[in-house]
């Protein structure tokens, strides 16, 4: 099972990061990160776009994590986008979920100058994008970010 924390994230895709901070500022009362760019979608056809900028809240578990719209990725629409979880071996799990019936939709590297895919997106049969990053390289850079940090070790 991919699960090894449960979700500690979910993403939020938005037209307008820094408007929808100050929104949700103003309406939940919450605290960000300083915004930082996430890793880009990796495609078939080489193509390295930027990925979006990004921020957390700084209250979590879980903890919201929005993302800047990207035309032409897998951030492309704005709304509730995925619910995030650590894997092991992400590339094992998104194995197993294609097998099930859930074929990868994207990929995308884990930080901004990866070479490596290292976060699988499968969609369940409701619809519900789920969001697999691997353990090794997510989580430390996602405690250095959670730290006050905008750059990975």
């Keep these: ?9 979910f993403g939020v895709v938005v037209a307008d990061l820094h408007k929808a901070m100050n929104e ?14 996430s890793g880009h979608q990796v495609s078939d056809d ?10 957390f809240s700084k209250q979590g578990p879980p903890y919201f994590e929005l993302l800047e719209q990207v035309p032409n990725t897998i951030w492309a629409e704005t709304g509730l986008h995925h619910v995030g979880f650590y894997a092991a071996d ?7 979920l294609a097998e099930a019936g859930h074929p990868l939709e ?3 590297v884990v930080l901004s100058g990866d070479t490596e895919p ?3 997106y499968h969609r369940t049969s409701d619809g519900m994008l789920l969001e697999m990053i691997e353990q090794g390289r997510g989580a430390p850079a ?10 990975a070790p």
Excluded: I, K, Q
């Design 1 to 9: 099972m991919p699960v090894l924390v449960p979700g500690y994230h």
């Design 24 to 37: 949700l500022t103003e309406l939940l009362g919450l605290e960000w990160l300083e915004p930082a760019r």
């Design 46 to 55: 080489n193509a390295t776009p930027l990925g979006p900028m990004m921020t």
């Design 90 to 96: 992400v590339h094992a799990e998104s194995r197993r």
């Design 106 to 108: 994207a990929a995308a």
């Design 118 to 120: 290292g976060v699988c």
């Design 142 to 151: 996602l405690t250095y970010y959670l730290g006050g940090a905008t750059t």
